[in-house]
């Protein structure tokens, strides 16, 4: 099939050998699990259990609320310890809103599953349903609720589903570890998610350096028209889902429009894996592929791990660390986030839990920059980062967006080619969340505005009542005045 | 100022920082360098050791004063560097103090007034070259015939020191003028460009170097080979040398096909004084030429556009530093102009339509 070049890219050092070989393993029961109400983007669950409850595998500990929110489920059969707050899994390590379930070990499914022989039967919006209750995210790291991307169709004319199976990131191998083992349920996830999309094309973009899960899928592909697997080039950041498409269709998704504008949809191989999983024998998400990498790591794995499980466990699992680490990271080196400690829990978005030397991570000090252009030619979306960070710097937010600041996918490819190490992305990210923050405030302005306005139309209301109260009463005084007058003549007159 | 946390993703980091770029252009350099010193002798390179010298210890000095961490930046290069480039475009034989004013006005008033590293908006070198042909044109201009080292003319190491350090009368014996400044001096003579140049230029001497001119340019096979090693390391990209020769190439076969007579033609211009050096090494300066390699098209064609304007009509004999300089101050201007299409925008930064979606549903 012929691929269409994006701009930008880099090449960095893959460092996927450390743990491609090794087939996923499941990590044994932890002796806890703190399971965040929240492991998606949009509104947080709503604790359905109370504490001392007992629960099964697959019973709902945490209900959705609104359209754009994920359900949460018991990973496993035990008691509900607490609800509490526990540090996120984020690099803040602020402590969010977790339920702590204690494992009986017995790992008993709930009788509440709803197993299904031909998902292909259904209609596109029950399958939808399904995959709604089933809490599944984005599994690729960005925690999108998936059902919201399944009922595009309503929306959008839709054509293909694009399905991500790039892995760009380095030192990460879950995905290609799943497409290797698990081929044929993940080409089932994604015919079941092309069904609910209603298209009738379907691409899967591999990068080129796994020539096995190519050759799998491919042949697990087969059988299906429409389903085509793709070699992409080695490119990071060839996950992005606007470069993905464009690489695969020639398609370039208009600026603050999102693909589907385009017709066409993008999900991840291993959200696939939990379609699959969710309409097949009806269990929700509470386990994922995740890789325990990098240089410090003694034996580097990927493991099949209960949502909920501290880090801890995974790192104990592979033989602990050979050096202090100088960086433990959840996700990739070039979009992940430092681990605030070992004791945060694996949620629905961790694909990788690394541990880097301070040779791997190579920081140096910020030097001075020199022009010369390695960020320009890295940004895959065209941007000048030189030109957008110096106007960060100075705090000039307005032209900071003025040069494309929106338009920046934070991928960090200008800061990795950066010379002078300058922590370029770091600069746009202030940036984002400083003008998020402004228009915060400025909401909360017109927010308080409002509500003083409103506050001054009840007083006058009730001022407006009053008045008319008392006139009322004035005027009902002064008839019963005239009545009694009149009556009192009425009586001398009879008398 | 704004500081972001010293922690800063990506967690990756490519192989690559300032002082690896600077050391892979002085990699580039040596075998001109070394050429350069073996053809002009012990004078050249003590010019050499004095301007690179004055060059570090001028940006120590500002750096302390500044109040900026000074064993970092220096391990950078970068001074060095400038020293370097300056010293390849000095006539060889050139005494010390030409050496240190120039590295001087190359560091402090070129490089560091405007607040260091990459804040300059000239080429330092350039600078300085310019500088000094003004103020000094007699010992700018008064260049010699190569006495390699060991030969029966090349000055001994004592005489050297005479030569750079006193006084030097010995300089009159072996002066020449440069290949550039003989043709001026003869067009302007009334000879014509044949009867110039015969005798005078071959063009396999020019490409192996053995001609009169500055310390480094006179090899053009070596420059060629520095320069390549710089694109085969990614440090340059092929933009501004390609479009840089290519227009002076074209200029002048253009010229030379309307009048042989009074203008040389391209493979001359391409071949002789600073041009190889120039697009190679000083042209592609990164700190003073455009970001986008659209930016870098424009700005080396402008390069070769004016080094063959000043060349042919000013008094100038040659015109890389001036050309160089003068596309420097145009490079805010190309990189306003010519920035990259932004991802999902068109030209003018307007979001793309759709192109089969006119309206949605
Ligand atoms: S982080 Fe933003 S500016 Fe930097 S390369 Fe990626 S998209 Fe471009
Ligand atoms: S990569 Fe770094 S040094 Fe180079 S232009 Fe960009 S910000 Fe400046």
């Given at each position: 099939m012929k691929l269409f070049r994006i701009r930008g890219g880099v090449h960095p050092d893959d460092r996927k050998t450390l743990s491609a070989s090794q087939p996923i393993v499941t990590l044994p029961m932890p002796e806890l699990l703190h399971i965040p109400v929240q492991q998606h983007i949009g509104a947080a669950a709503q604790p359905a259990v109370r504490r001392g409850q007992i629960v099964r595998k697959g019973d709902l500990l945490a209900r959705n609320q609104g359209a754009i929110s994920a359900p949460v489920h018991a990973p496993t059969s035990g008691r509900i310890m607490g609800i509490g707050n526990f540090p996120a899994n984020h690099p803040s390590g602020l402590s969010v809103r977790t339920i702590t379930l204690k494992p009986d070990g017995e790992d008993r499914w709930t009788d509440k599953l709803t197993p299904c022989d031909d998902p292909f039967a259904l209609e596109p919006a029950e399958v939808a349903q399904r995959v709604a209750d089933a809490g599944i995210v984005g599994m690729g790291g960005a925690t999108f609720p998936s059902a919201v991307k399944l009922n595009l169709r309503d929306r959008y004319r839709l054509h293909?589903?694009?399905?991500?199976?790039?892995?760009?990131?380095?030192?990460?191998?879950?995905?290609?570890?799943?497409?290797?083992?698990n081929a044929a349920e993940v080409i089932d996830g994604i015919r079941i998610m092309a069904h609910a999309l209603g298209v009738s094309r379907t691409l899967i973009g591999i990068e080129n350096n796994k020539p096995d899960a190519q050759r799998l899928m491919r042949e697990a592909a087969q059988a299906f028209d429409g389903v085509e697997v793709v070699g992409l080039p080695t490119r990071y950041p060839m996950g992005s889902e606007k470069h993905l498409v464009q690489t695969l269709t020639g398609r370039e998704t208009p600026a603050r429009a999102l693909t589907a504008d385009i017709g066409i949809v993008v999900h991840n191989v291993a959200t696939a894996y939990a379609v699959h999983e969710a309409l097949r024998l009806g269990y929700p998400l509470v386990e994922r592929t995740v890789t325990v990498s990098g240089g410090a790591v003694k034996n580097p794995a990927n493991l099949r791990v209960l949502i909920g499980t501290p880090v801890s466990s995974l790192l104990d699992y592979c033989g602990g660390t050979v050096e202090e680490p100088a960086r433990m990271i959840s996700g990739g080196p070039m979009m992940g986030q430092p681990l605030p400690s070992t004791r945060v829990p694996i949620v629905k978005g961790s694909n990788g839990v690394l541990a880097l030397t301070g040779k791997e991570t190579a920081s140096r000090p910020e030097g001075a920059c020199i022009r010369c252009a390695s960020c320009v030619n890295a940004c895959p979306c065209g941007l000048l980062p030189l030109e957008m960070a110096a106007r960060a710097k100075v705090g000039d937010l307005d032209g900071t967006v003025k040069i494309g600041l929106m338009d920046c996918v934070a991928c960090g490819s200008c800061s990795y080619v950066c010379p002078s190490n300058i922590p370029l992305v770091q600069y746009f990210n202030y940036a984002k969340g400083e003008l998020a923050a402004r228009q915060r405030s400025k909401h909360k302005q017109l927010e308080t505005k409002r509500l003083a306005e409103q506050r001054t139309a009840r007083m006058e209301e009730q001022k407006r009542k009053k008045r008319e109260q008392m006139e009322k009463r004035k005027r009902e005084a002064a008839e019963a005045k005239r009545k009694k007058a009149a009556a009192a003549a009425q009586t001398e007159a009879n008398a | 100022m704004t500081q972001v946390a010293a922690v800063a993703g990506p967690y990756a980091h490519e192989a690559n920082h300032v002082g690896r770029i600077m050391g892979h252009v002085m990699l580039a350099l040596m075998p001109a360098t070394l050429f350069g010193l073996y053809l002009f002798g012990w004078p050249a390179l003590l010019l050499f050791l004095v301007?690179?010298?004055?060059?570090?210890?001028?940006?120590?000095?500002?750096?302390?004063?500044?109040?900026?961490?000074?064993?970092?930046?220096?391990?950078?290069?970068?001074?060095?560097?400038t020293g370097w480039l300056l010293a390849m475009t000095l006539p060889p034989w050139a005494p010390w103090w030409i050496g240190v004013v120039g590295s001087l006005l190359a560091i402090v008033v070129a490089k560091q007034v405007f607040g260091g590293i990459g804040q300059n908006l000239f080429n330092p070198a350039m600078v300085a070259r310019v500088a000094l042909l003004v103020s000094f044109p007699v010992p700018m201009t008064a260049f010699l015939s190569p006495t390699p080292l060991f030969s029966a003319d090349a000055p001994n190491f004592l005489e050297a020191l005479a030569i750079t350090f006193g006084e030097a009368p010995t300089i009159d014996a072996v002066s020449s003028a440069s290949v550039l400044g003989h043709l001026r001096t003869a067009l302007t003579g009334g000879e014509s460009v044949s009867q110039a140049l015969d005798g005078f230029y071959n063009p396999l001497a020019m490409l192996w170097g053995n001609a009169p001119g500055s310390l480094g340019e006179t090899s053009a096979l070596l420059i060629l080979l520095g320069g390549a090693w710089l694109?085969?390391?990614?440090?340059?990209?092929?933009?501004?040398?390609?479009?840089?020769?290519?227009?002076?190439?074209?200029?002048?076969?253009?010229?030379?096909?309307?009048?042989?007579?009074?203008?040389?033609?391209?493979?001359?211009?391409?071949?002789?004084?600073?041009?190889l050096l120039g697009a190679f090494f000083i042209a592609t300066d990164l700190v003073t030429s455009p970001v986008t390699p659209r930016g870098q098209l424009l700005f080396g064609a402008g390069c070769g556009l004016l080094v063959y304007v000043i060349r042919t009509w000013t008094s100038y004999p040659e015109g890389v530093a001036f050309a160089v300089m003068l596309m420097n101050a145009c490079t805010p201007l190309i990189d306003h102009y010519l920035k990259p299409r932004i991802y999902g925008r068109d030209r003018r930064g307007e979001p793309l339509t759709y192109p089969d979606q006119a309206e949605k549903e």
């Open positions: 293909t589903l694009v399905i991500n199976g790039a892995e760009c990131e380095p030192y990460l191998t879950c995905d290609d570890r799943l497409m290797q083992e | 301007t690179t010298l004055t060059a570090v210890i001028a940006e120590a000095i500002c750096l302390k004063i500044a109040g900026k961490p000074v064993r970092l930046t220096l391990m950078d290069g970068s001074a060095l560097l694109l085969y390391k990614r440090i340059i990209t092929w933009h501004i040398p390609v479009s840089m020769l290519a227009s002076l190439f074209v200029i002048a076969t253009v010229m030379h096909l309307v009048d042989g007579e009074h203008y040389a033609d391209g493979l001359y211009h391409v071949l002789s004084g600073a041009a």
